[in-house]
């Protein structure tokens, strides 16, 4: 993974020491609520319900195990003995001391760790595949130019305070696992006619209250260009995006007034002036991927037979390979999940023995890394096949190895009203409710794919108009309500979820659901997926079960 | 009056003129509306003149008269319009404005290193504020990713 230098080094440094001096100053009076609001949210920092939150970036989600331990550390001596991984494949602390902040961010620059930028109206941290390097299907690892995004949007000073937030992704695989269309750019490493790698860019997607499929603003830019083409989307959207109202502010709403066209012109021009005077050198990004070469497989790891002997022999075993784990382009290598969604923890939280498991664990069998993933889970990226069981037991004793990834209690959920001075309602409740109701892992295992997406009010952070099944709280004269709505998918075919009807009270919502799971079941033809049988047979079904009694 | 321009305490005389007052005698700054209907009257003031731009003026209106300015003074209504960010670039790199670029209005002082990396090189502040405190800060940083100018 990417190691820092003496500038980057530097400029962390530097930036504890500036929020210090600015947190020092607002205690002391010298800066306002407000002044001080817009400087504190740049470094990751909310006023919560209880306390301040904390969000600490994890750029493309990699990190090493010295600083799984610091996180666990930091969870120790700062928090509550926990943390909270996030969608955006960060990291939140839900109980510091606003006047312990800069200690903490001194702590993670030791680690080459920051929270620049995870909050407020500027360039946030940049996402990606958390398969990357290692699948199959990819084309160019996108880590490398993950890395050279963050280092040019890191305290870029022309765009810290754009109309709003401003999310990329980037996704080197056929299969996108990162959500690009759903982001205000997506970025694809694609194949041009002549064989060259280079980006087809997306624009103007988005989740939250409106969501939005990003369209293809550039089919194709070669590599040298991308950073101009950035700086042209950005300096457009930072001048002729909408200030009027936030909730038409992000660049989604930007591209839909002018239409893709005209936006796109204006893009094109700013570009044209600017892309030669910016180009990236091939020397700078081999730079970069130096960072990112494959760890040295064993060349032998494929040889191994006791991986086979103990999926016969050990049926618990056996389920979590085929739910927690996936193929590896190396032969004899799996990538391992370890599922944060213990069907009584809150999705997405770790403790910090947990964390230093993890970090003992990724020394033993992964080279000294783990991924964070979008839905809130972590990966060993490169498990040798033989290490798979002790890998799968130590993880096992600690509630880290149900096996339900990619399953109906693999569940996306924010914090809800038990954390967010947002929410209309709660959300962890209704996952541990429909983690109850599907108790039986047989019969989870059968229903297949199916993800499910929980979030407590319209702001939409778990990104429940993408989810397969989309739960939305709502506030109905001061009691929870929550919508569902079916067929979203953040993936290659994105699609925004379609409302079934009428919002459901509290204490029906985890019946409604499995009513749904039931309906699937009953209607699926053969093999049929939860999202395959939706698009053929609409909501219909679904509404006639659900609404029955009604 | 004491501002900040090229990383010194300076005092300054330069007063801006609101459309509804007449010209003082010395320097003047004035609205993108004004020079554009008065430029000729303007350039017979006795005294130098500068134009004030606001976030949502358009740049391009004056991009001829550049050369006849020797102050551009971008306001902020309120600290967190960062249009003004992208004017001063497009002044500076676009427009290759070689005058002086004056924030003025409801900004603050910690934006100054990003104020100036943008292209800023004066800073006049709406309210109190410690100079020494605000110079320093454009020493925040001594390291930056993006190519600058």
């Given at each position: 993974m990417?190691?820092?230098?003496?500038?980057?080094?530097?400029?962390?440094?530097?930036?504890?020491?500036?929020?210090?001096n600015?947190?020092?100053?607002?205690?002391?009076?010298?800066?306002?609520?407000?002044q001080?609001?817009?400087?504190?949210?740049m470094?990751?920092?909310?006023?919560?319900?209880?306390?301040p939150?904390?969000?600490?970036?994890?750029?493309?989600?990699?990190?090493?195990?010295?600083q799984?331990?610091?996180?666990?550390?930091?969870?120790?001596?700062?928090?509550?003995?926990?943390?909270?991984?996030?969608?955006?494949?960060?990291?939140?602390?839900?109980?510091?001391?606003?006047?312990?902040?800069?200690?903490?961010?001194?702590e993670?620059?030791?680690?080459?760790?920051?929270?620049i930028?995870?909050?407020?109206?500027?360039?946030r941290?940049?996402t990606?595949?958390?398969?990357?390097?290692?699948?199959?299907?990819?084309?160019?690892d996108?880590?490398?130019?993950?890395?050279?995004?963050?280092?040019?949007?890191?305290?870029?000073?022309?765009?810290?305070?754009?109309?709003?937030?401003?999310?990329?992704?980037?996704?080197?695989?056929l299969?996108?696992?990162?959500?690009?269309?759903?982001?205000?750019?997506?970025?694809?490493?694609?194949?041009?006619?002549?064989g060259?790698?280079?980006?087809k860019?997306?624009?103007?997607?988005?989740?939250?209250?409106?969501?939005?499929i990003?369209?293809?603003?550039?089919?194709?830019?070669?590599?040298?260009?991308?950073?101009?083409?950035?700086?042209?989307?950005?300096?457009?959207?930072?001048?002729?995006?909408?200030r009027?109202?936030?909730?038409?502010?992000?660049?989604k709403?930007?591209v839909k007034?002018?239409?893709?066209?005209?936006?796109?012109?204006?893009?094109?021009?700013?570009?044209?002036?600017?892309?030669d005077?910016?180009?990236?050198?091939?020397?700078?990004?081999?730079?970069?991927?130096?960072?990112?070469?494959?760890?040295?497989?064993?060349?032998?790891?494929?040889?191994?037979?006791?991986?086979?002997?103990?999926?016969?022999?050990?049926?618990a075993?056996?389920?979590?390979?085929?739910?927690?784990t996936?193929e590896?382009?190396?032969?004899?290598?799996?990538?391992?999940?370890v599922?944060?969604?213990?069907?009584?923890?809150?999705?997405g939280?770790?403790?910090?023995?947990q964390?230093?498991?993890?970090?003992?664990?990724?020394?033993?069998?992964?080279?000294?890394?783990?991924?964070?993933?979008?839905?809130?889970?972590?990966?060993?990226?490169?498990?040798?096949?033989?290490?798979?069981?002790?890998?799968?037991?130590?993880?096992?004793?600690?509630?880290?190895a149900?096996?339900?990834?990619?399953?109906?209690?693999d569940?996306?959920?924010?914090?809800?009203?038990?954390?967010c001075?947002l929410?209309?309602?709660?959300?962890?409740?209704?996952?541990?409710?429909?983690?109850?109701?599907?108790?039986n892992?047989d019969?989870?295992?059968?229903?297949?794919?199916?993800?499910?997406?929980?979030?407590g009010?319209?702001?939409g952070?778990?990104?429940?108009?993408?989810?397969h099944i989309?739960?939305?709280?709502?506030?109905?004269?001061?009691?929870?309500?929550?919508?569902?709505?079916?067929?979203?998918?953040?993936?290659?075919?994105?699609?925004?979820?379609?409302?079934?009807?009428?919002?459901?009270?509290?204490?029906?919502?985890?019946?409604?659901?499995?009513?749904?799971?039931?309906?699937?079941?009953?209607?699926?033809?053969?093999?049929e997926?939860?999202?395959?049988?939706?698009?053929?047979?609409?909501?219909?079904?679904?509404?006639?079960q659900?609404?029955?009694?009604? | 009056?004491?501002?900040i321009?090229?990383?010194?305490?300076?005092?300054?005389?330069?007063?801006?003129?609101?459309?509804?007052?007449?010209?003082?005698?010395?320097?003047?700054?004035?609205?993108?509306?004004?020079?554009?209907?008065?430029?000729?009257?303007?350039?017979?003031?006795?005294?130098?003149?500068?134009v004030?731009?606001?976030?949502?003026?358009d740049?391009?209106?004056?991009?001829?008269?550049?050369?006849l300015?020797?102050?551009?003074?971008?306001n902020?209504?309120?600290?967190s319009?960062?249009?003004?960010?992208?004017?001063?670039?497009?002044l500076?790199?676009?427009?290759?404005?070689s005058?002086?670029?004056?924030?003025?209005?409801?900004?603050?002082?910690?934006?100054?290193?990003?104020?100036?990396?943008?292209?800023?090189?004066?800073?006049?502040?709406?309210?109190?504020?410690?100079?020494?405190?605000?110079?320093?800060?454009?020493?925040?940083?001594s390291?930056?990713y993006q190519?600058?100018?």
């Amino acid at each position: 993974m990417y190691q820092y230098n003496q500038d980057d080094q530097t400029l962390i440094n530097e930036r504890v020491a500036q929020f210090r001096n600015q947190t020092e100053r607002f205690l002391k009076g010298e800066l306002d609520a407000d002044q001080f609001r817009a400087l504190r949210l740049m470094n990751g920092l909310y006023i919560q319900i209880h306390a301040p939150m904390l969000r600490v970036a994890i750029p493309y989600g990699l990190l090493s195990s010295t600083q799984l331990r610091k996180l666990a550390h930091i969870a120790r001596k700062y928090d509550k003995g926990y943390c909270h991984f996030t969608t955006r494949q960060n990291v939140q602390y839900n109980w510091p001391k606003l006047e312990e902040v800069p200690d903490i961010l001194a702590e993670l620059a030791e680690v080459q760790m920051h929270a620049i930028q995870t909050s407020g109206n500027c360039m946030r941290n940049t996402t990606s595949d958390h398969l990357a390097g290692i699948c199959k299907d990819e084309i160019e690892d996108p880590r490398p130019y993950c890395e050279i995004i963050r280092q040019w949007t890191t305290l870029h000073p022309e765009f810290a305070y754009l109309p709003r937030k401003f999310k990329i992704a980037v996704s080197g695989a056929l299969h996108d696992r990162a959500a690009t269309q759903f982001h205000d750019i997506g970025l694809h490493l694609v194949k041009n006619e002549q064989g060259e790698t280079g980006f087809k860019v997306f624009v103007g997607g988005g989740l939250g209250r409106t969501p939005v499929i990003g369209q293809v603003i550039r089919p194709y830019l070669e590599k040298r260009h991308l950073l101009s083409y950035l700086e042209a989307i950005l300096r457009i959207y930072n001048l002729f995006g909408r200030r009027d109202n936030k909730y038409k502010a992000r660049i989604k709403i930007l591209v839909k007034e002018e239409g893709l066209e005209k936006f796109k012109s204006l893009v094109d021009e700013e570009w044209l002036q600017i892309k030669d005077g910016m180009e990236l050198s091939e020397e700078r990004i081999q730079a970069i991927q130096t960072h990112f070469v494959l760890p040295p497989y064993d060349k032998s790891a494929a040889a191994d037979a006791t991986f086979h002997s103990r999926l016969e022999s050990d049926n618990a075993f056996a389920t979590w390979v085929k739910h927690n784990t996936v193929e590896h382009k190396a032969p004899g290598y799996r990538a391992a999940f370890v599922s944060l969604k213990a069907p009584d923890e809150p999705p997405g939280d770790i403790t910090d023995s947990q964390l230093e498991l993890v970090a003992d664990l990724a020394d033993r069998f992964s080279f000294g890394e783990v991924r964070s993933t979008h839905r809130q889970n972590l990966v060993f990226a490169d498990v040798k096949q033989a290490d798979l069981f002790d890998l799968w037991q130590q993880l096992n004793k600690t509630k880290m190895a149900t096996p339900n990834i990619g399953t109906a209690t693999d569940i996306i959920c924010c914090p809800g009203l038990d954390f967010c001075s947002l929410a209309n309602a709660g959300s962890i409740g209704i996952t541990r409710e429909i983690n109850e109701t599907l108790d039986n892992l047989d019969y989870l295992h059968d229903l297949g794919d199916i993800k499910i997406n929980i979030s407590g009010c319209m702001n939409g952070c778990a990104h429940q108009s993408v989810g397969h099944i989309g739960i939305l709280g709502v506030d109905k004269k001061g009691e929870e309500w929550y919508q569902i709505t079916l067929g979203g998918s953040s993936e290659n075919e994105a699609a925004i979820g379609d409302r079934l009807g009428p919002s459901v009270p509290k204490d029906q919502i985890a019946k409604a659901v499995a009513t749904i799971l039931d309906v699937y079941v009953k209607n699926r033809i053969e093999d049929e997926s939860f999202l395959d049988m939706v698009k053929r047979a609409g909501l219909t079904p679904f509404k006639d079960q659900v609404y029955a009694n009604h | 009056m004491q501002i900040i321009k090229d990383r010194n305490i300076i005092e300054d005389n330069w007063q801006f003129i609101a459309d509804d007052q007449l010209l003082l005698p010395g320097d003047c700054t004035v609205t993108l509306g004004r020079w554009l209907t008065e430029k000729e009257q303007l350039l017979r003031h006795d005294g130098k003149v500068g134009v004030r731009i606001e976030s949502t003026d358009d740049l391009e209106t004056i991009s001829c008269d550049l050369a006849l300015i020797p102050l551009v003074e971008i306001n902020f209504v309120i600290f967190s319009d960062g249009r003004a960010f992208s004017k001063a670039w497009l002044l500076k790199n676009r427009y290759h404005f070689s005058g002086e670029i004056r924030a003025v209005g409801n900004f603050l002082a910690d934006q100054i290193f990003y104020l100036s990396r943008s292209g800023f090189n004066a800073f006049n502040f709406e309210g109190k504020q410690n100079l020494t405190l605000a110079l320093s800060m454009l020493n925040d940083f001594s390291v930056s990713y993006q190519k600058t100018g």
